[in-house]
């Protein structure tokens, strides 16, 4: 994945609007994509997933979207509240086959507005 | 929580020093990834762990190596320590045989070399 050194680009959003954020991926043959939160001094936490065979799943208050054509993914956050503010992280997976390894993009940061 | 933990919490170590760092898996997992996280970056890869043998390895040096026991935790050591390695030291822990591809991430050990 791209590094963006310490100058994380920044999403600021109003409490209770939507968040999108966008990640673009690596490696066409990429079968599997997560995204994560993650918290300052905390580990990345999972948000939800989706497989290559689909273009988009919803879990509770957030949806991930995939367009393989393009290879760009992104997450959508509703009703955004100020426990959302996190760096949020896309990552891919080429092949179960070769180890489950987990490929990060840079992150990005977002920041909730009350 | 998701039930990966991992220890110490923080450790502060000189060049050229040695350091080994532990990780427990989540219960039923049974395949152990080590991630490097420098600041304001996305993880990067180490290696994978897999019914106690190296199944994968990302762009690290020998100087990086492992260990998994019977019980599924894990250890990462790092010998002849570089300022570089400081870092945040990242285990996820899976079960991509057993269809359970999802990476569960422990808090991380936050290293210091000085």
């Known amino acids: 994945g791209e590094s963006v050194g310490l100058h994380l680009p920044t999403l600021s959003v109003q409490e209770g609007d939507n968040s999108i954020i966008n990640c673009a991926y690596s490696n066409s043959a990429s079968d599997y994509f997560i995204w994560y939160k993650q918290e300052s001094g905390k580990g990345p936490q999972f948000i939800i997933d989706i497989r290559s065979n689909m273009d988009k799943r919803q879990g509770q208050r957030v949806t991930v979207l995939l367009n393989k054509t393009v290879k760009h993914l992104s997450l959508q956050i509703a009703a955004t509240q100020p426990g959302d503010s996190a760096v949020y992280f896309c990552a891919e997976n080429l092949d179960k086959a070769a180890g489950n390894k987990l490929t990060f993009g840079g992150g990005t940061r977002v920041l909730v507005k009350p | 929580e998701t039930g990966v933990t991992q220890s110490p919490t923080h450790l502060i170590k000189t060049r050229g020093q040695q350091v080994t760092l532990r990780c427990s898996s989540q219960?039923?997992?049974?395949?152990v990834s080590w991630y490097q996280q420098a600041l304001g970056q996305g993880p990067q890869f180490i290696f994978q762990?897999?019914?106690?043998?190296?199944?994968g390895r990302g762009n690290f040096p020998p100087r990086f190596s492992g260990l998994q026991f019977p019980n599924y935790s894990s250890e990462l050591n790092v010998n002849a320590l570089e300022l570089d390695d400081s870092a945040l030291y990242l285990c996820?822990?899976?079960?991509?045989?057993?269809?359970?591809?999802?990476?569960?991430f422990g808090p991380g050990t936050r290293l210091t070399v000085l």
């Open positions: 762990y897999y019914r106690e043998e190296e199944n």
């Open positions: 996820a822990s899976s079960s991509p045989w057993q269809g359970k591809d999802t990476q569960y």
């Open positions: 219960s039923g997992h049974n395949t």
